[in-house]
């Protein structure tokens, strides 16, 4: 069965980051991340592999720490490897769809 999982809406708070899950399976889940510029997903790391595509705005994805990142806009991804270092932050308001694989919460929900 297939899902569709847009439009994509454009979820933002003034205050925080917010993060929506919009599918979850044993092997994947895909999160939309709406940030207003400035805000910012710390660096945290995933025993999963993380892709990210930016769908709005624009903003820096760090790797590694926050001294390495890359500058990318809309239709621009960025890969990730398990356990990388990895974080965001908006330039501008920016929506960020992550697909991460395999499902690193699957395992605490048996």
């Given amino acids: 069965m297939a899902l569709k999982i847009y439009p994509v809406g454009e979820n933002f708070d003034a205050?925080?980051?917010?993060s929506e899950k919009m599918i979850a399976t044993d092997n994947l889940v895909v999160v939309h991340?709406?940030?207003k510029?400035?805000?910012k997903i710390p660096l945290?790391?995933?025993t999963s592999e993380v892709f990210v595509t930016v769908l709005k705005g624009k903003g820096k994805f760090y790797y590694g720490s926050e001294d390495q990142f890359e500058v990318l806009g809309e239709e621009e991804?960025?890969?990730y490897q398990p356990?990388?270092?990895h974080g965001?932050?908006?330039e501008e308001d920016m929506i960020v769809q992550a697909v991460i694989t395999p499902n690193p919460h699957k395992k605490i929900q048996l």
């Fill in 33 to 35: 991340f709406y940030l």
């Fill in 15 to 18: 205050e925080k980051p917010v």
């Fill in 77 to 79: 991804s960025l890969y």
């Fill in 88 to 90: 965001f932050e908006a």
């Fill in 37 to 39: 510029a400035g805000q």
């Fill in 44 to 46: 945290h790391s995933s």
């Fill in 83 to 85: 356990e990388e270092p």
